[in-house]
């Protein structure tokens, strides 16, 4: 699938508003299939330990489980911090290559689908809390 169709058909399924854990990883999914090396990771913010962990991978196991700890294994490993509206980086998209970096536009397309849909998440998140709130 080129990547109009792929981008298509992800677009599709944030607008759809999907389970926000199976949109993350289908574009993980496609982000290390476009990369045509060893995958890709999606690493996100766990505010509490104040560092990125891994959550989504495709492609080659990744033992590592925080952005710390992960060398650059991959001849060609490019990382995308992925940020909110207020410029914090939320999460961090990493593209194991097999040869160059993958084009910026389309590695980009990817961060803001995965924004998108962490945004979305966010969301659900706090509104839950004000119905939990509201019906104390």
Known sequence: MEFGAT???LLGDVAAGQDPD???QRIV??????TGGDGAILYLLNEERGRLEKRFSSGRRHE???VEDLPDTAEHSVRY???DRF?????????DCREGAPDDDEALAFCDLARIV???REHAVR???LVQIGSA
Not at 87 to 93: E, G, H, I, S, T
């Open 29 to 34: 999914d496609e982000a290390g299939r476009l």
């Open 22 to 24: 199976r949109s993350l």
């Open 7 to 9: 981008l298509a058909a």
């Open 127 to 129: 509104e839950e809390a």
């Open 81 to 83: 911090p992925i940020k």
């Open 87 to 95: 410029a914090r980086v939320r999460a961090l998209l990493q593209m």
């Open 118 to 120: 962490l945004e979305r």
């Open 64 to 66: 590592s489980k925080t």
